[in-house]
């Protein structure tokens, strides 16, 4: 799949069930999750939709839209 391509639908983080611990970004191989004001956030730019940060985040908070 290509990163980021036209069609894709990126990694959501779901603000209030994130406690910005960071678990999703390191799972991230395309490094599209950074975490910033104790919030994750996702590049679409580099999300592919493989999903990794969704089986890696603790809390549930990032789902595929």
Same mark, same amino acid.
């Given at each position: 799949? *290509?990163?980021?391509? /036209?069609?894709?639908?990126? #990694?959501?983080?779901?603000? $209030?069930?994130?406690? &910005?611990? &960071?678990?999703? !970004?390191? %799972? =991230?191989?395309?490094? #599209?999750? %950074?975490? =910033? !004001?104790?919030? !994750?956030?996702? $590049?679409? &730019?580099?999300?592919? /939709? =493989? /999903?990794? =940060?969704?089986? *890696?985040?603790?809390? &549930? #908070?990032?789902?595929?839209?």
């Amino acid at each position: 799949m *290509a990163v980021g391509g /036209e069609g894709t639908i990126p #990694a959501y983080i779901i603000p $209030d069930m994130c406690s &910005g611990c &960071g678990q999703c !970004a390191p %799972s =991230c191989p395309h490094k #599209a999750i %950074s975490v =910033c !004001a104790g919030q !994750a956030v996702v $590049d679409p &730019g580099l999300c592919d /939709e =493989c /999903e990794a =940060c969704v089986f *890696a985040c603790i809390n &549930g #908070a990032v789902t595929m839209k």
